[in-house]
């Protein structure tokens, strides 16, 4: 079963790291790029998690 509370969780709290990781310096453009990579993974590894427990219940 999908354990929708714990996927929240851990989507916000990556994003939340891809966004402190912005913010300590916002200024540098390469750091931009790599928090955009970061929210990517978050959001992609979420993704996976959620098909494999939809194919996992089906």
Known sequence: MLDY???YAT???RADDAL???VYDINDPK???ETA???RAAIREAEEE???A???EG
């Open 11 to 13: 989507l916000l709290g």
């Open 54 to 56: 939809a194919e996992d």
């Open 37 to 39: 990579e970061m929210l």
């Open 31 to 33: 750091r931009i790029i």
């Open 50 to 52: 959620y098909l494999q």
């Open 20 to 22: 402190q990781y912005m």
């Open 5 to 7: 509370k714990k996927l």
